[in-house]
């Protein structure tokens, strides 16, 4: 089910600056679908069933935007956009609230940090390029495999591992960073040292700026789903899997293990892992439930 909303506001505030404190997300709800999505639960508490199909559009978004920027205490902080829902899931082909909302943020020439699952973003390549011209803008993806039938099975939606980083690549030059986020390494998924070895190669290929690595979380409702999920599509590991997860986070040995192996990969190719943040303040205007 697809919902046009009006909301009141777009921008949300978090404690957690990864790598900015402000998010605007023009959708409630992600047709990318990935298992591991801590985000679809969320639905719930808005009395919506399914986080992969139930979406909500802001179709508003860039007019809020404009008012909460013309706001007295706005602080010209960055803002990502994308960071609880993918701005480029299948709909916005449809509702094309981007290039609306990237109009504000070059009136008000306001920092941005982009990041997506999907290629679609190659759709506003231009405008991103416009903006970059006349305020910082960062972009990211995150690639868990480059294998496609995991792939499938874990982000349905979302664009092959290849293209992502193929499409970062574009933006190498015009945009102040790119950020690769190998995230999550599933364990005894995408942990091969062919998947490691190969990602590590391409972001260095593609000179992508950053690479940030992080393991799987597993908690609450999104464990038990995620297992179901191990057991349906891969049973040979599941036993194996769930020993791994007995706590939310990974087996302390295990995660050692990956550590150093990563880090190897990371002083051959000699990635980078810092985000470049721009002016940090925390003024914690009112948050936004929609
Ligand atoms: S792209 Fe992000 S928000 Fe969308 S389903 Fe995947 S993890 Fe969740």
């Given at each position: 089910m697809i919902q046009e909303i009006q909301s009141k506001k777009v921008l949300s505030f978090h404690e957690?600056?990864?790598?900015?404190n402000w998010d605007l997300n023009p959708?409630?709800?992600?047709?990318?679908?990935?298992?591991?999505?801590?985000?679809?639960?969320?639905?719930k508490y808005l009395g919506?069933?399914?986080?992969?199909?139930d979406i909500l559009v802001k179709i508003n978004a860039a007019e809020c935007l404009e008012q909460e920027f013309k706001?007295?205490?706005?602080?010209?902080e960055q803002i990502k956009i994308g960071?609880?829902?993918?701005?480029?899931?299948?709909?916005e082909k449809k509702y094309e609230l981007l290039p609306k909302i990237y109009e504000v943020i070059k009136k008000y020439k306001n920092p941005l940090f982009i990041q997506t699952?999907?290629?679609?973003?190659l759709r506003d390549f231009e405008i991103i390029k416009d903006l970059s011209k006349i305020t910082t803008v960062d972009i990211a993806t995150s690639i868990s495999t480059l294998d496609e039938s995991i792939r499938k099975i874990i982000?349905?939606?979302?664009?092959?591992g290849l293209e992502r980083i193929e499409m970062l690549a574009k933006f190498n030059g015009i945009c102040r960073s790119t950020t690769l986020g190998?995230?999550?390494?599933?364990?005894?998924?995408?942990?091969t040292d062919e998947n490691l070895e190969a990602i590590f190669r391409l972001a260095k290929e593609n000179k992508i700026d950053n690479v940030v690595t992080s393991v799987l979380f597993l908690r609450g409702e999104v464990k038990s789903t995620f297992f179901k999920t191990i057991q349906l599509?891969?049973?040979?590991?599941y036993t194996n899997f769930i020993r791994l997860y007995?706590?939310?986070?990974?087996?302390e040995n295990y995660l050692k293990s990956i550590h150093i192996r990563i880090q190897k990969l990371r002083e051959k190719y000699d990635l980078h892992t810092e985000f470049k943040k721009v002016n940090p303040k925390k003024n914690p205007i009112q948050l936004s439930l929609f």
């Amino acid at each position: 089910m697809i919902q046009e909303i009006q909301s009141k506001k777009v921008l949300s505030f978090h404690e957690d600056s990864f790598p900015t404190n402000w998010d605007l997300n023009p959708y409630r709800g992600c047709t990318i679908g990935c298992k591991y999505c801590f985000a679809q639960y969320a639905h719930k508490y808005l009395g919506l069933n399914d986080f992969f199909k139930d979406i909500l559009v802001k179709i508003n978004a860039a007019e809020c935007l404009e008012q909460e920027f013309k706001q007295k205490k706005w602080n010209k902080e960055q803002i990502k956009i994308g960071g609880t829902t993918d701005l480029y899931q299948h709909i916005e082909k449809k509702y094309e609230l981007l290039p609306k909302i990237y109009e504000v943020i070059k009136k008000y020439k306001n920092p941005l940090f982009i990041q997506t699952k999907s290629s679609l973003i190659l759709r506003d390549f231009e405008i991103i390029k416009d903006l970059s011209k006349i305020t910082t803008v960062d972009i990211a993806t995150s690639i868990s495999t480059l294998d496609e039938s995991i792939r499938k099975i874990i982000e349905p939606g979302a664009s092959s591992g290849l293209e992502r980083i193929e499409m970062l690549a574009k933006f190498n030059g015009i945009c102040r960073s790119t950020t690769l986020g190998f995230m999550p390494i599933i364990p005894l998924i995408s942990d091969t040292d062919e998947n490691l070895e190969a990602i590590f190669r391409l972001a260095k290929e593609n000179k992508i700026d950053n690479v940030v690595t992080s393991v799987l979380f597993l908690r609450g409702e999104v464990k038990s789903t995620f297992f179901k999920t191990i057991q349906l599509n891969f049973p040979e590991i599941y036993t194996n899997f769930i020993r791994l997860y007995s706590k939310s986070t990974v087996d302390e040995n295990y995660l050692k293990s990956i550590h150093i192996r990563i880090q190897k990969l990371r002083e051959k190719y000699d990635l980078h892992t810092e985000f470049k943040k721009v002016n940090p303040k925390k003024n914690p205007i009112q948050l936004s439930l929609f």
